[in-house]
């Protein structure tokens, strides 16, 4: 597939270089213009319909539909979560965003609270993204208050699951972020039983940009089906974790060319922990479009791309992955407790060289006995990408388990 022939200027990204810190109020209402008045902005939400645009928290649910469902059940008290939380630990873009650009999120954050009748918002950010909190709190000093929203900043715990929209809502309400069972989804009665809009800063920052420009411009970049751009987090073999923007349809070669290249044999962890392992050799050509990678098997998730070596262990690398879902769960359903568990210590041994004669099966038969069944999708997530693996490593799976050794040759497995 040929890369775009217009060069791609960031969008969400654009503005001064990173070692500026986060951007001030006054050079970001410079360089944007301020935003639109609520009477500017009217039916917003249909723009965003317009614009196409998805949410970038993983889900890829479309925005204004979501925006949509909190204003029917608003009258006028509802609530907006700007979920920072991103305790995905190969993602770095939503961190970077609110580092250097917190003046765009929280316009993004009074869009939204204008469009679905909220008085409050609630910046959710991980307590781990230190440069974050400092951003958006610089930025919030620099603000004159709005009489007609309030704004608070929360630190979310560390972990996985505590970014998944009823577990912020529980969090907020009962200081316990683990996704529930509601009686009703938090569009209808979240945060202090009131209509919550939980929205990923992505996205804001995005419908904060539509509200200033309108859809065809958001929708002029884009090369296949999926229109505007994205924030993505590449790392590995040859580069540390970086964060940058691209416009949706960009081919995954084209990021491992510009990442420094990986060589032939080379595999790529595709959407995070939540994603799918995928030889490089076989996905370079395939665009990073949310709408046509699962047609492939593949997801765009949370836009990381984690490039291992040719000559690192692909079991090594599913072992530690495994071991972090297995610890992050929320400790409330048997198939995500003790199913991930299981599954865990058997690759981990795979990966030591003291498997079981049965631990490749068994680890296949697990995941179809915990796909689906969990109180979130903490564990269909897990079992994605370790599906995945025994496909992609299926000859390192093999030579574990038989030879009890790795079939590179690895000398470290103790």
Request: glycine share 12%; with cysteine; charged share 20%.
């Amino acid at each position: 597939m040929p890369s775009s022939t217009t060069p791609f200027e960031p969008r969400v990204l654009a503005g001064p270089p990173a070692s500026a810190g986060p951007e001030r109020l006054i050079a970001h209402d410079l360089r944007l213009g301020r935003l639109p008045s609520p009477s500017e902005r009217r039916n917003l939400t249909a723009v965003l319909d317009s614009s196409g645009l998805l949410g970038r928290g993983g889900a890829g649910f479309p925005v204004g539909h979501k925006w949509r469902s909190v204003a029917e059940h608003s009258t006028g008290n509802a609530v907006v979560v700007v979920n920072g939380a991103e305790g995905e630990p190969r993602s770095a873009k939503d961190g970077t965003l609110m580092g250097l650009r917190p003046h765009l999120v929280l316009d993004g954050a009074l869009v939204a609270a204008d469009a679905v009748g909220a008085t409050d918002v609630v910046l959710y950010v991980g307590r781990e993204h230190t440069e974050a909190h400092r951003g958006l709190a610089q930025a919030l000093a620099e603000r004159e208050p709005d009489p007609n929203v309030q704004m608070q900043l929360v630190a979310a715990p560390v972990g996985y699951v505590a970014g998944e929209a009823t577990a912020v809502v529980h969090y907020l309400n009962e200081g316990d972020a683990r996704p529930t069972f509601l009686d009703a989804r938090p569009h209808e009665r979240g945060v202090a039983d009131r209509p919550t809009l939980v929205q990923n800063v992505e996205s804001l920052a995005h419908a904060a940009l539509i509200a200033r420009f309108g859809a065809d411009w958001y929708r002029s970049a884009g090369r296949l089906a999926t229109r505007g751009s994205a924030l993505i987090t590449v790392s590995g073999p040859n580069q540390r974790r970086t964060v940058r923007e691209i416009e949706y349809g960009t081919t995954i070669g084209e990021i491992a060319r510009s990442a420094g290249g990986a060589p032939p044999g080379s595999t790529v962890l595709l959407g995070g922990y939540f994603g799918s392992w995928a030889s490089l050799d076989e996905v370079q050509d395939e665009p990073l479009d949310p709408v046509s990678m699962p047609e492939h098997g593949l997801e765009f998730g949370c836009g990381v791309l984690s490039f291992l070596r040719s000559d690192a262990c692909g079991v090594a690398a599913t072992a530690e992955i495994m071991a972090y879902m297995a610890e992050g769960t929320a400790e409330q359903c048997g198939p995500c407790v003790f199913g991930l568990a299981s599954m865990a210590q058997a690759t981990r041994r795979l990966s030591s060289g003291v498997a079981k004669g049965d631990d490749v099966e068994n680890i296949d038969r697990w995941a179809g006995q915990v796909l689906g069944r969990g109180a979130c999708h903490h564990p269909d997530g897990a079992v994605g990408m370790v599906r995945s693996a025994l496909a992609v490593f299926r000859d390192d799976f093999a030579s574990h388990q038989v030879r009890r050794r790795c079939a590179l040759n690895r000398a470290d497995m103790t």
